[in-house]
């Protein structure tokens, strides 16, 4: 035998001794598998032990009895066999809580005056979550999760087995019509798991409350973590635009609301002590608050879209671990938040920013709505009127605190309209000629006459965020969802009076009359304004700007809410009838246009603006004589 052979030998035997080291067993599978030997041990002693007794107890039989009494041993051996089998098989997967491996799934139902929760024995998952007092468009019951899909459960680890509540069998005790408490028994009556679920008495809340009890040795509560995925069941007239404001929201303790994607797939490891997390939906929420926080490391959040699925909304998940220190008894509580997204009722929890679930718009947006629209809303919706006629107040309401800035904007238009005949001459006399000469010849113009340009662009910039704060309010409001008024059967939906039986793209398959007529008043207001702005002539891309407005909104509002096309609408009417008014009997434009020149003859001082203009001027001709 050569060198080379005894080498390849010496590797042949090292390579077979690394293996049989790498694939010993380890001392957790050793005991693993010793306990099993032990419970097999057991079940053949107890069955040894059962047939002994059953023969000495067996009374004399004829003969004619001697097949049948050995056709029933023989199954009463094969039934204990399978029995026993069994019990290994449960306690090899579920350890110390084999008397919880097996049972029967009950539903145990808890309500109070807004909620009707199904819990499950099986998991002691909350199944059907259904309110009381809300229905779906179609007039079905109203449910917060799909009851067949969800996954809802606490996974812990004792030892090397990877356990999961959802798949023990709990023992149900009621503690009262809102309430029940679940527990999970062991081997060990001194060890179980218990969850216990309370209904406030009035309201959205559902308390459920985790006990580990006596496995301060066997389980890590740093390892155990809750996992919630479900799917929003569609509930609402139009299911795009419901998808469109179907979130995952989630608040750190020192840090403002956050979430995740609303128009794609989207996911995030939290980094930080999370104070909430919620799935939203257009109209409702499903949200899960602790008081001591869910802890960063290793908790996610995701949201997926399945847009060829009708019947759902998105699928949410969420995976939240805490922070807990081992003992004999863990607690960890949780209030789960199942309600509608109305905003009293979101800021009366009291929870930190939980009222921002609803978007309200950011900045100055939101704050119009918190502070203005939604006060005086609520206000008027406690008169019982119909929400045609509330909105219809609303709108006179804003329009007359806004009379002001109107006045002023449509004042400063009318001054600029008495220098007509001057800007005439000026454009006249620099047709052709140097741009900064005739801008500068306008700016002394304006100086002498007393006239800020500026002053009529202020009080629209300043009404833009009612416009904007509005177009956030009204598909947010859920006291509009199913409310109707006139033919809209739906505020919160697209109203329609036309069903196409062809989709336009970027309009849909139906005629929103309440988006046409809005855009309609647009066009109307557009035309009319301009006229009392001549000093836009000459600018045709503004006009064609103008213009195309209100037939982008058009095809943009086709499937929105009605109730926001009415308001936009009834703001239209009233800016027409207000300007109407103005300019009849408010404001007189020949004593304006003598007020105007009688401060030409004024010496007046130039302004910084227009020295700076003079300098410019200045410059130029000195360069080009250079």
């Not at 008495?201 to 066997?218: C, I, P, R, T, Y």
């Not at 000629?433 to 306008?442: F, H, P, R, T």
Request: net charge neutral.
């Amino acid at each position: 035998m050569d060198r080379n052979s005894i080498i390849g030998l010496l590797l042949i035997g090292a390579i077979l001794i690394g293996y049989t080291i790498w694939t010993a067993p380890s001392k957790e599978e050793l005991a693993h598998q010793q306990q099993v030997r032990d419970s097999l041990a057991q079940v053949q002693g107890e069955q040894k032990e059962a047939e002994a007794r059953q023969e000495l107890a067996r009374p004399p039989l004829d003969t004619g009895a001697v097949a049948l009494t050995v056709s029933t041993d023989t199954l009463l051996q094969d039934s204990a066999r399978d029995d026993s089998l069994h019990r290994v098989r449960l306690s090899s997967r579920y350890g110390i809580f084999h008397p919880s491996g097996n049972g029967e799934d009950q539903v145990i139902t808890i309500a109070n005056d807004a909620l009707e929760i199904g819990l499950h024995t099986k998991g002691a998952r909350p199944g059907e979550i259904r309110l009381k007092n809300y229905r779906t468009y179609g007039g079905d019951p109203l449910l917060l999760q799909d009851p067949d899909s969800v996954t809802y459960t606490y996974r812990f680890f004792l030892g090397n087995l990877d356990l999961s509540t959802r798949d023990l069998y709990f023992q149900a005790e009621r503690l009262g019509p809102g309430a029940v408490r679940l527990k999970a028994t062991t081997s060990d009556a001194g060890k179980y798991i218990a969850i216990t679920y309370r209904l406030d008495s009035a309201g959205f809340f559902l308390h459920s409350d985790l006990e580990v009890v006596g496995m301060g040795q066997e389980l890590d509560p740093k390892n155990l973590f809750f996992q919630w995925d479900l799917l929003g069941q569609a509930h609402e007239k139009y299911l795009p635009t419901e998808r469109q404001k179907c979130g995952v929201y989630y608040k750190y303790f020192n840090d403002d609301r956050q979430y995740l994607s609303e128009t794609k797939d989207d996911e995030e490891d939290l980094t930080g002590r999370t104070n909430w997390v919620a799935f939203k939906q257009d109209f409702f929420s499903v949200a899960m608050v602790s008081d001591e926080g869910f802890a960063g490391s290793g908790s996610k959040l995701s949201i997926l879209v399945h847009p060829e699925d009708s019947t759902h909304t998105k699928r949410y998940s969420a995976k939240l671990f805490f922070e807990k220190d081992a003992g004999d008894l863990v607690r960890i509580p949780m209030r789960l938040y199942l309600g509608p997204n109305h905003y009293g009722t979101l800021r009366r929890t009291g929870i930190d920013q939980f009222a921002k679930i609803i978007d309200l718009g950011w900045g100055i947006f939101g704050w119009m709505n918190r502070w203005l629209v939604i006060p005086i809303f609520n206000w008027l919706d406690g008169w019982g009127w119909n929400y045609g006629i509330i909105i219809l107040v609303l709108t006179l309401v804003i329009k007359l605190l806004l009379m002001p800035l109107t006045y002023r904007n449509f004042k400063s238009s009318a001054r600029m309209r008495a220098l007509k005949p001057e800007m005439d001459a000026i454009n006249a006399k620099h047709m052709g000629g140097d741009n900064l000469k005739k801008q500068q010849a306008v700016m002394d113009l304006y100086r002498k006459a007393g006239v800020n340009p500026a002053s009529g662009c202020v009080p629209m910039v300043i009404q833009l965020p009612i416009l904007y704060a509005m177009f956030r309010f009204f598909p947010a409001s859920i006291e509009l969802r199913q409310k109707s008024f006139l033919w809209a059967d739906d505020l919160s939906s697209y109203d329609s009076i036309l069903h196409l039986p062809f989709k336009i793209p970027f309009y849909g398959d139906h005629v929103s009359l309440f988006t046409l007529l809005m855009s309609a008043s647009t066009i109307i207001y557009t035309q009319i304004n301009q006229q009392q702005m001549p000093q836009q002539q000459g600018m045709p891309s503004m006009k064609v700007m103008m213009w195309m407005f209100p037939i982008m909104m058009l095809f943009f509002l086709n499937n929105y809410s009605a109730g926001l096309s009415y308001y936009y609408l009834l703001a239209n009417v009233i800016s027409i009838l207000q300007m109407t008014v103005i300019k009849r009997w408010l404001v007189d434009e020949d004593k304006l246009r003598a007020e105007l020149l009688a401060n030409m003859k004024k010496p007046k001082r130039k302004s910084r603006w227009q020295q700076r203009l003079d300098d410019l001027q200045k410059q130029q001709q000195q360069a080009r004589r250079r």
